[in-house]
């Protein structure tokens, strides 16, 4: 099977040729790349991509790796790079509410060192509270997974979102003809 490969930084995987993205690229028809959308955290810098599939007569779907990159950051970049409306969200984005599930040495390394705005202010509920009202404004359907977000953020998002929310499951598909899309006028 050809796989192709690509990356927002230079890498190398045996066997195969890595393409580097450094910019919003289209990687075939409806699929394209945010390409790097950076931020600085506490270890250092993370240039984290997402994958933008364009759903005709719907919208942009979002599929984001660990949102380290912020929700505010990645809506941004994606509605200065790219044209159609945004429909869904799915993956993660670094909601580490209360207490991460990386602990090392004591210190929460999810919540201190990888959220919020640095070692001493943390993401915190309001900011969380903040996302979901801008998630509300933004997609039809949110689908979050629990790799860098609490179980009490997406309790958060469950209560408050106001379109589908759809807890991601490993082996469980998501349909989107399941939903009707809503105005831009009702969001």
Not at 58 to 73: E, F, W
Not at 96 to 106: D, F, K, N, Q, S
């Amino acid at each position: 099977m050809d796989t192709s490969i690509f990356a927002p930084i230079p890498l190398s995987y045996p066997g195969k040729d890595v393409t580097t993205i450094d910019k919003p690229t289209i990687l075939m028809d409806s699929l394209a790349s945010t390409g790097p959308i950076p931020r600085q955290l506490v270890l250092g810098r993370v240039d984290e991509q997402a994958l933008v599939i364009h759903l005709e007569n719907k919208g942009l779907v979002v599929v984001v790796g660990c949102g380290h990159q912020t929700l505010t950051a990645l809506i941004t970049h994606i509605e200065t790079h790219f044209e159609a409306p945004l429909y869904a969200l799915i993956g993660d984005v670094h909601f580490p509410l209360e207490t991460g599930r990386l602990h090392i040495a004591g210190i929460d390394i999810q919540r201190r060192l990888a959220s919020g705005s640095g070692l001493l202010s943390p993401i915190g509920k309001q900011d969380v509270l903040n996302d979901i009202a801008l998630m509300s404004q933004k997609f039809d359907i949110v689908a979050l997974g629990a790799h860098d977000t609490s179980d009490q953020a997406l309790v958060l998002v469950e209560e408050h979102f106001t379109g589908e929310f759809i807890p991601v499951r490993a082996g469980k598909p998501i349909h989107f003809d399941d939903f009707v899309t809503r105005t831009k006028e009702a969001r």
